[in-house]
């Protein structure tokens, strides 16, 4: 017999880390674009950019902009956060920045080993 958990509760992520890793994460593997061009960075940020166009720049150039670079440090904890990078305005980065709950260079490695994916 067909045993069906449609609507079987998620169980909750143990820990806040486990959710900022997997929406932030998308600034190194899957930077996302406005339906401008206007550089988003990842899926939650939808009122801020990052100043620049992916349609006239190209990608490559939009993920190694000053700001865009300063904002992954920034969620790595290696500098403090600037009003310019739309980060600076999320909830999750202030989150981060209240429990010091960083990305750790670990985790950054495992998705810049992963090529296809990571800028
Ligand atoms: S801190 Fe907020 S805006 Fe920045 S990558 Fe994480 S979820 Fe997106």
């Not at 017999?1 to 994460?25: A, D, G, I, S």
């Not at 998308?26 to 674009?33: G, T």
């Not at 940020?45 to 000053?66: H, M, P, W, Y």
């Not at 989150?95 to 994916?117: G, P, S």
Request: proline share 3%; with cysteine.
């Amino acid at each position: 017999m067909l045993k069906f958990n449609w609507f079987k509760k998620r169980e909750k992520p143990k820990t806040w880390t486990y959710e900022h890793h997997n929406v932030c994460k998308e600034l190194w593997s899957k930077p996302q674009v406005n339906w401008d061009g206007m550089l988003l960075g990842c899926c939650v940020n939808a009122n801020k950019n990052f100043g620049i166009n992916v349609f006239e720049t190209g990608l490559e150039r939009a993920v190694s902009s000053d700001l865009y670079v300063y904002t992954k440090k920034m969620l790595q904890g290696k500098v403090p956060g600037i009003e310019a990078s739309p980060c600076f305005h999320c909830y999750l980065y202030q989150q981060m920045v209240k429990n010091n709950d960083y990305f750790t260079e670990e985790e950054i490695q495992e998705l810049l080993d992963n090529k296809n994916k990571c800028f």
